[in-house]
């Protein structure tokens, strides 16, 4: 998938009309010269548009209803170049359905000490125009990421990018259709959860649809399609199993599932074991292509994780590192290396693998079908993050846990799935206990390369709690903040 071309962003100057046309041509040939060097820097995930400077509450208007209108338009970053009255904006911002930055920075650098004049002074005076439109905002409750600083500086342009992901993650939450197969698992409750509210707060089109559709569509697909398919993976994956008929299931599954999914203009899909009405295995090797490809999935019909790993996944993309639908599965606690091993039956995506994937062919106890082919590898180490998205019947809360994934410390040769190992910050007791306090679900996503500067800016823009799990996570803290935070959300 290719998501970051579907997607522009606007650059939008303040101004007004109190300082002539010359220094409004000014403004206007400052900002494109921003741009310009915004997007040859090459640091942002997409092209930054300059599209106007406003210099009347109509002007402003217009540029915002330009900008709810536009598919393409994913977000608005605003800053004002010279003072730009607030009370012009207020009509405009009462309207803007789409993200937004206020990029708080000044066109030159340094105060020229020989050339400064009451008409430079004039011109470049973003320390006080910037500051009448953080008022407006603050007033009007309006959601905002800020970034500060010389708009060159490649910490501003990060911050820029990475804010730009989150509302390209915000587009792509609002778009998104899921597929499910079956129901959720019997008795589940974390997997469950309210599919009206999160279309109305997330934009999220979650339909279910019979597996014996999904079966018709496995026997329609060619050998001569299956053989194709299979030389790609042979590529991709090492090939280390005798049981070729196996793994042409799969690969049968995985074009019927991409074909199904594009039929109904859907990213992402979960099924369940339970209902594999029709279906020889259980989908593993097909899930976890899909999965690498950009499709979001979740197991035991959870639809929420699902869901999250497809806008995660939206949001990295072009980034280093991968993405995945994850369970905590089991600890080791080795005292002073205590470490979780994340897996699951099958489903784990390939794209957090370290070196090649093997395909391998192993019984499966759990759904009473045929022996399923399926990706094992170890994951890359690295810095990452866990998020879930919980429902807690009045509302959602997305949690996000700071862990470190290492090489797992043993080869594990009986283990026949993929295997994660990580460290959770500060430390497994704490971090598990913050998890479980705040009521993470057993299932996450796992990105090593989404940050959760990305997620926090994501739950903003959609409007929901976010809790975040670091190495500085204290329990009575986290404690208090979550009674508060319950209180607060009472009052939404
Ligand atoms: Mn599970």
């Known amino acids: 998938m290719n998501t970051f071309k579907e997607y522009e962003f606007w650059f939008v100057v303040g101004s007004q009309f109190l300082y002539g046309p010359e220094?409004?041509?000014?403004?206007?040939?400052?900002?494109?010269?921003?741009?310009?060097?915004?997007?040859?820097?090459?640091?942002?995930?997409?092209?930054?548009?300059?599209?106007?400077?406003?210099?009347t509450a109509d002007e402003i208007a217009q540029v915002i209803k330009d900008a709810n209108a536009s598919d393409r338009c994913a977000g608005l970053i605003v800053w004002m170049h010279t003072f730009s009255p607030s009370k012009m904006w207020i009509n405009g911002l009462a309207l803007l359905q789409k993200p937004y930055l206020h990029l708080h920075t000044q066109f030159n650098r340094m105060i020229p000490n020989e050339e400064i004049d009451m008409d430079f002074m004039n011109l470049n005076q973003s320390a006080h125009g910037d500051r009448e439109h953080g008022f407006i905002a603050a007033r009007m409750h309006q959601k905002r990421?800020?970034?500060?600083?010389?708009?060159?500086?490649?910490?501003?342009?990060?911050?820029?990018?990475?804010?730009?992901?989150?509302?390209?993650?915000?587009?792509?939450?609002?778009?998104?259709?899921?597929?499910?197969?079956?129901?959720?698992?019997?008795?589940?409750?974390?997997?469950?959860?309210?599919?009206?509210?999160?279309?109305?707060?997330?934009?999220?089109?979650?339909?279910?649809?019979?597996?014996?559709?999904?079966?018709?569509?496995?026997?329609s697909i060619s050998s001569e399609a299956v053989d194709k398919r299979l030389e790609e993976?042979?590529?991709?994956?090492?090939?280390?199993?005798?049981?070729?008929?196996?793994?042409?299931?799969?690969?049968?599954?995985?074009?019927?599932?991409?074909?199904?999914?594009?039929?109904?203009?859907?990213?992402?899909?979960?099924?369940?074991?339970?209902?594999?009405?029709?279906?020889?295995?259980?989908?593993?090797?097909?899930?976890?292509?899909?999965?690498?490809?950009?499709y979001g999935y979740g197991g035991e019909g959870d639809w929420k994780v699902s869901a999250m790993t497809r806008i995660v996944k939206a949001m990295s993309e072009g980034l280093e590192g991968g993405t995945s639908f994850m369970e905590d599965y089991t600890y080791h606690l080795e005292e002073g290396n205590?470490?979780?091993?994340?897996?699951?039956?099958?489903?784990?995506?390939?794209?957090?693998?370290?070196?090649?994937?093997k395909i391998e062919v192993h019984p499966l106890g759990i759904g009473g079908k045929e022996r399923p082919a399926r990706l094992v590898f170890e994951g890359a180490s690295g810095p990452?993050?866990?998020?879930?998205?919980?429902?807690?019947?009045?509302?959602?809360?997305?949690?996000?846990?700071?862990?470190?994934?290492?090489?797992?410390?043993?080869?594990?040769?009986n283990l026949p799935v993929a295997r994660i190992m990580w460290k959770p910050m500060p430390d497994l007791k704490t971090g598990a206990h913050a998890w479980i306090l705040a009521g993470g679900?057993?299932?996450?996503?796992?990105?090593?390369?989404?940050?959760?500067?990305?997620?926090?800016?994501?739950?903003?823009?959609?409007?929901?709690?976010?809790?975040?799990?670091?190495?500085?996570?204290?329990?009575?803290?986290?404690?208090?903040?979550?009674?508060?935070?319950?209180?607060?959300?009472?009052?939404?």
């Open 23 to 55: 220094t409004l041509e000014q403004v206007a040939l400052h900002a494109q010269t921003m741009t310009d060097g915004l997007n040859k820097r090459g640091l942002l995930p997409t092209n930054v548009i300059y599209k106007s400077t406003v210099k």
């Open 384 to 413: 990452a993050i866990l998020i879930s998205l919980i429902d807690l019947g009045t509302r959602f809360r997305l949690i996000v846990h700071d862990i470190e994934v290492v090489k797992p410390i043993m080869p594990m040769p």
């Open 145 to 219: 990421k800020i970034v500060v600083g010389y708009w060159e500086d490649d910490d501003v342009q990060r911050s820029i990018a990475s804010w730009m992901r989150s509302a390209v993650g915000a587009a792509e939450s609002r778009n998104l259709k899921l597929v499910r197969f079956g129901d959720n698992m019997r008795e589940v409750a974390v997997t469950e959860g309210d599919k009206v509210e999160a279309q109305i707060k997330l934009g999220w089109q979650v339909n279910t649809f019979p597996v014996s559709e999904l079966v018709k569509k496995i026997d």
């Open 338 to 357: 205590e470490l979780v091993l994340g897996a699951h039956m099958l489903e784990v995506c390939p794209s957090l693998a370290s070196g090649k994937a």
């Open 441 to 492: 679900s057993h299932h996450s996503v796992l990105s090593t390369a989404a940050t959760a500067e990305m997620i926090e800016d994501w739950a903003e823009i959609m409007g929901i709690e976010f809790v975040h799990i670091t190495k500085d996570t204290e329990l009575e803290r986290l404690k208090t903040r979550l009674f508060l935070s319950d209180l607060v959300w009472r009052l939404q």
């Open 233 to 294: 993976f042979k590529k991709l994956y090492t090939l280390n199993t005798a049981d070729k008929k196996s793994v042409r299931y799969q690969v049968q599954v995985e074009l019927a599932l991409r074909a199904f999914l594009e039929e109904k203009g859907a990213k992402a899909f979960s099924n369940t074991f339970e209902d594999l009405s029709g279906m020889k295995q259980l989908p593993g090797l097909a899930t976890q292509h899909l999965m690498g490809t950009g």
